[in-house]
Nanobody, 115 residues
Framework: QVQLVESGGGLVQPGGSLRLSCAAS????????MGWYRQAPGKRRETVAT???????NYVVAVKGRFTISRDNANNTVNLQMNSLKPEDTAVYYC?????????WGQGTQVTVSS
């Protein structure tokens, strides 16, 4: 069982930045893929960014060049640096972990981009 706890959400103005962190209860080197997903009101949950335990990162087109996902193996965390935020980035952001057998989700953290 892997527990994931997100932090770092909040209210930010358009063009601003936020850094989300996801703390895992286990050694993340044992987790194949970790990622961030988001769900806006009335919309389906979508992938934002993923990173493999080898460090390969992938991003949805809408956030490429603005968001950066990274793994901190020493602290068992995965971070999402979000720059140049837009109102359409407003959503609940969820951390996700995929092992060879199971999938785990955090409780989510709200990100609101508004002036």
């Amino acid at each position: 069982q892997v527990q994931l706890v997100e932090s770092g959400g909040g209210l930010v103005q358009p063009g601003g930045s936020l850094r989300l962190s996801c703390a895992a209860s286990t050694d993340i080197r044992s987790i194949n893929i970790m990622g961030w997903y988001r769900q806006a009101p009335g919309k389906r949950r979508e992938t934002v960014a993923t990173i493999s335990n080898g460090g390969t990162a992938n991003y949805v087109v809408a956030v490429k060049g603005r968001f950066t996902i990274s793994r901190d193996n020493a602290n068992n965390t995965v971070n999402l640096q979000m720059n140049s935020l837009k109102p359409e980035d407003t959503a609940v952001y969820y951390c996700n972990a995929k092992t060879g057998y199971s999938e785990y989700w955090g409780q989510g953290t709200q990100v609101t981009v508004s002036s």
